[in-house]
């Protein structure tokens, strides 16, 4: 899988969880938003290996 992470592109080859992928990356479901092939997916979501995968920083407030 591509990943793309603070203007950084990594390739990965092991397919895996999204909560397993956010936890390799030492992120939180809380901070960042989890983008897979251009959709918006939740932690138990499976990621491929042909997948395409974004991390968008989650930024609020007041």
Do not use: Y
Request: glycine share 8%; net charge negative.
């Amino acid at each position: 899988m591509r990943v793309e992470w603070d203007g950084r592109a990594l390739e990965l080859v092991k397919p895996m969880l999204v909560s397993k992928l956010l936890e390799h990356f030492s992120l939180s479901n809380e901070t960042h938003l989890v983008i897979v092939n251009g959709r918006l997916v939740t932690e138990d979501q499976k990621i491929g290996k042909d997948d395409e995968v974004k991390f968008v920083r989650v930024v609020s407030g007041g």
